[in-house]
């Protein structure tokens, strides 16, 4: 009976050992993206997007990001290992995607990254969405599903790179300090000052009489 505890309790460790390890793998196991400073709209930061392995062991041989609306600008971070194309759309010759092509194919299992500088427009809010387009040697990935309304993104096999827009804190109400402040100030100072005169003269005053 000992025996099949102690035994119980191995598989039971292995099993907790195989998730631990595995838990990593599985949480790494897309394309990411990260900004270097709190995403606010009206400002700019830059996002590296990671690439985390390949097409079912196949390396990688080209990275395409779609830009969503909600940027005014995007401008891509020049890579020694990538050579860099940019697609517009529109009159106002808005950047649609860009795409980083890898000078050597990057192995299934190094992680990749590339970056572009970005500013967001002034009524950025929410979620952006920047689905990708993972080309390799021997297949690719769309990276482009988007979590419904109560469902997990981790649920999703190809979920596509999401960047949440952060709340700008509201900053302190000024104090006024206008003239109607300071008049106000002048007088508690005289009144202050006139208390202190009288309380003189009484001890003055006080101080005869004796």
Known sequence: MKKNNKLAQGLAATALAAGLVLAPAAAFAHVSVDPSTEPLAGESTTLTFGVNHGCDGSPTTKVAVSIPEGLSGVHPIADAGWTIE????????????????????????????????VGFADDAAGE????????????STSWSEVAEAGQDAHDLEAPAPTLAM???TA?????????GALEIAG?????????????SLGMVVAARRR
């Open 86 to 117: 940019v697609e517009r759309a529109g009159d106002a010759g808005r950047v649609s995607t860009v795409t980083y092509t890898a000078v050597d194919p990057l192995p299934s299992d190094i992680r990749g990254e590339v970056k572009m500088l």
């Open 128 to 139: 952006l969405v920047f689905p990708v387009e993972q080309t390799c040697e021997a297949g």
């Open 171 to 179: 900053e302190p109400e000024a104090v006024d300090e206008g003239p």
């Open 166 to 168: 952060a709340t700008p």
């Open 187 to 199: 007088y508690a100072a005289s009144g202050a000052a006139l208390v202190i005169a009288l309380v």
